[in-house]
């Protein structure tokens, strides 16, 4: 049983399209991460999420603990958006993570 | 560079033999995590520090597994009598509050 799932596992866009990845967690969570892993392995911290909405540059993430979910949009997305983004709800001291959603912008 | 440092990058090892890893977090944070990552797959919880207290274990984490962080400072990572199945990205992190702040990782290859 997968306590995070993620959609699509796959995304090709073009520049410029506005892209959203979903994330659906079965765990109590006192927190939600949102991850990049780029080609290479390195990853780094998106963002930190407990209610609402957040932004930072292009990016925005939401979620909404009643319904265990949570949302990762990208505006006007751009070649070096290309990387893996992972969901990564936090709780009881430790981390549980999607499989990551693949996302490929091509110029 | 996040300011996590993880050593050796690389390292390949024949199956039986013992490997040990050093994640060098950064200095103010107080909370460090281990994480694993096979290829296509998103990162598996290993284990977490709060300073140099070992406070949760994943049940993945089999006996031949066993991580340290004496003075709450660097942490290490120890496997024994590695098999094939161990070979995957291993993750450490560091955080104080919020944000996690990932080391490159090191790779371990079991032949």
């Known amino acids: 049983k997968n306590e995070v799932e993620q959609s699509p596992q796959n995304l090709t866009a073009q520049e410029g399209e506005f892209i959203t990845i979903n994330c659906s967690y079965s765990?109590?969570?006192?927190?939600l991460h949102w991850l990049q892993q780029h080609p290479g392995g390195g990853i780094v911290s998106l963002f930190m999420?407990?209610?609402g909405k957040k932004k930072h540059g292009r990016l925005i993430a939401t979620i909404n603990i009643q319904e265990k979910h949570s949302s990762l949009h990208i505006t006007a997305s751009h070649p070096r958006d290309s990387a893996v983004y992972i969901c990564?709800?936090?709780?009881?001291?430790?981390?549980?993570f999607g499989t990551g959603t693949s996302l490929t912008v091509i110029p | 560079d996040t300011g996590v440092s993880q050593d050796p990058r690389h390292k390949i090892t024949k199956r039986g033999q013992n490997v040990t890893f050093r994640c060098d977090p950064i200095?103010?944070?107080?909370?460090l995590y281990w994480y694993r990552q096979t290829l296509g797959q998103g990162p598996e919880f290993l284990t977490y520090?709060?300073?140099?207290?070992?406070?949760?274990k994943s049940r993945l984490l089999s006996d031949r597994f066993s991580a340290e962080r004496p003075k709450g400072s660097f942490s290490t990572l120890e496997i024994q009598r590695t098999e094939q199945g161990d070979s995957a990205m291993y993750l450490c992190?560091?955080?104080?509050?919020?944000?996690?702040?990932f080391g490159p990782g090191t790779r371990l290859t079991v032949l």
């Open positions: 992190a560091s955080t104080m509050e919020y944000e996690q702040f």
């Open positions: 200095s103010e944070h107080n909370r």
């Open positions: 990564a709800p936090e709780g009881g001291n430790q981390f549980y």
């Open positions: 999420l407990s209610s």
């Open positions: 765990v109590g969570i006192s927190a």
């Open positions: 520090f709060q300073n140099e207290a070992q406070l949760e």
